[in-house]
């Protein structure tokens, strides 16, 4: 089993939908949480970190289940700027805090 | 600009080769990574290098040789490489290395793209 799971998608969304991402994660070690995105040919971006009451950064909303081992992503009101490949990132105590990538989930926003 | 700088951004290079990568950030950072992101594959960490010091190696080839001169400087040299090497290699720096909440995000150069005939 993958250390840090993703729905690799395609996601295909509207503009102004809503999309959620779920991601999987198998350590229960992991200590740290992110989500960072990738647009096409480019670099990895951190796009937030993940807080176990969970976060909010204008449309992005974060969640942690620790019980469950899963982190998720909701986008409201898609952008076609949002069009990118979210990355599930997760550190563990007892790995000297590195982190993990999942595979990343594809998402397009259609006009 | 990110603040960390990969070059060359592409290298096309014989199996026979022998070449570099370098990177150099600019934010102060005490650690440093190289990645590889192959097609269709998550990020794959090879190196890391906290204040100089070699702390990871996750069972890299010995074709690949990082070199960490100092803190804002990172290589990756590159020998006797095969066509399955061709890949996106990614440098990044974090504040510190497992040292904390928020200390290891990761800042990332845009990369060097491999291409090995």
């Known amino acids: 089993r993958k250390e840090v799971e993703q729905d690799p998608g395609p996601f295909n969304v509207p503009e102004g939908a809503t999309v959620a991402f779920n991601c999987t994660y198998s350590?229960?070690?992991?200590?740290?949480f992110f989500w960072y995105r990738q647009d096409c040919r480019k670099e990895p971006k951190l796009l937030m970190s993940?807080?176990?009451s969970g976060n909010e950064d204008g449309r992005f909303t974060a969640q942690l289940n620790r019980a469950s081992q899963y982190i998720s992503l909701l986008i409201r009101d898609s952008k076609l700027s949002d069009s990118a490949t979210y990355l599930c990132?997760?550190?563990?105590?007892?790995?000297?805090?590195?982190?993990?990538f999942g595979g990343g989930t594809r998402l397009m926003v259609k006009p | 600009e990110t603040g960390v700088t990969q070059t060359p951004r592409h290298l096309v290079m014989g199996m026979t080769n022998k070449k570099s990568l370098k990177c150099e950030q600019h934010?102060?950072?005490?650690?440093m990574y190289w990645y590889k992101q192959s097609a269709k594959k998550p990020l794959e960490l090879m190196f890391v290098?906290?204040?100089?010091?070699?702390?990871e190696n996750n069972s890299v080839p010995s074709r690949f040789s990082p070199e960490c001169p100092n803190s804002s400087h990172l290589f990756l040299h590159l020998h006797t490489l095969q066509p399955e090497d061709s890949a996106l290699y990614l440098c990044?720096?974090?504040?510190?290395?497992?040292?904390?909440?928020?200390?290891?995000?990761?800042?990332f150069g845009a990369g060097s793209r491999l291409t090995v005939l």
């Open positions: 990132v997760v550190s563990r105590w007892d790995a000297g805090n590195m982190l993990t």
């Open positions: 350590n229960s070690a992991s200590q740290s």
């Open positions: 934010l102060g950072h005490n650690a």
């Open positions: 990044a720096s974090s504040q510190d290395q497992g040292l904390g909440s928020g200390a290891n995000v990761l800042t």
């Open positions: 290098y906290s204040l100089e010091e070699r702390v």
């Open positions: 993940v807080y176990s």
